[in-house]
T-cell receptor
């Protein structure tokens, strides 16, 4: 299956700390995307990393990709209360649709 | 550019009824995908439309159907509603580059409650 699996399922940290969440997948991919969802709302695209890239940065976000291990990680530095949300990875192979995992629920405590 | 819009935002129906949800993609986007999100099953892909044709389909019963119009707007229909159809229905649009779509941009969703 192309579905990503996020780990941990839930994460609770203090404001200002870093948050790291991981994603594993099973098939070969063209790219892997991370999305954020605030409670009961639509998903917001955060970052896309292509299969030939190993690391990518966007503001306080850092994404790594290890295609040999079929895994990715999302690091959010200096977390804020507004970062409280669910985070989903979506590995993308040949299909045009995304297969999401169950997500990591991040809670940032002020 | 305006984002993806979905109407209605909230909907309450009873079992056995049917419902139609609407999605307007970002201007210029020709691919529209639909997803169902429930607490138990998470985010599941329903179908994708491109140029008025269904290009991909998830593992849902035939009660779930959709279509896309020439202006790329899309509708999905659920007939004979069941309690388990209560969910957040998300629509996403994306550009098509060389036969391959990239980042998907999601709408706010339609919250359907079936009583």
């Amino acid at each position: 299956s192309q579905q990503g699996e996020e780990d941990p399922q839930a994460l609770s940290i203090q404001e200002g700390e870093n948050a790291t969440m991981n994603c594993s997948y099973k098939t070969s991919i063209n790219n892997l995307q991370w999305y954020r969802q605030n409670s009961g709302r639509g998903l917001v695209h955060l970052i896309l990393i292509r299969s030939n890239e190993r690391e990518k940065h966007s503001g306080r976000l850092r994404v790594t990709l290890d295609t040999s291990k079929k895994s990715s990680s999302l690091l959010i530095t200096a977390s804020r209360a507004a970062d409280t949300a669910s985070y989903f990875c979506a590995p993308r192979g040949g299909a045009n649709n995304l297969f999401f995992g169950t997500g990591t629920r991040l809670t940032v405590i002020p | 550019k305006a984002g993806v819009t979905q109407t209605p935002r909230y909907l309450i129906k009873t079992r056995g009824q049917q419902v139609t949800l609407s999605c307007s993609p970002i201007s210029g986007h020709r691919s529209v995908s639909w997803y169902q999100q429930t607490p138990g099953q998470g985010l599941q892909f329903l179908f994708e439309y491109f140029s008025e044709t269904q290009r991909n389909k998830g593992n849902f019963p035939g009660r779930f159907s959709g279509r896309q119009f020439s202006n790329s707007r899309s509708e999905m229909n659920v007939s004979t509603l069941e309690l388990g159809d209560s969910a957040l229905y998300l629509c996403a649009s994306s550009l098509e580059r060389g036969g391959y779509t990239d980042t998907q941009y999601f709408g706010p969703g339609t919250r359907l409650t079936v009583l």
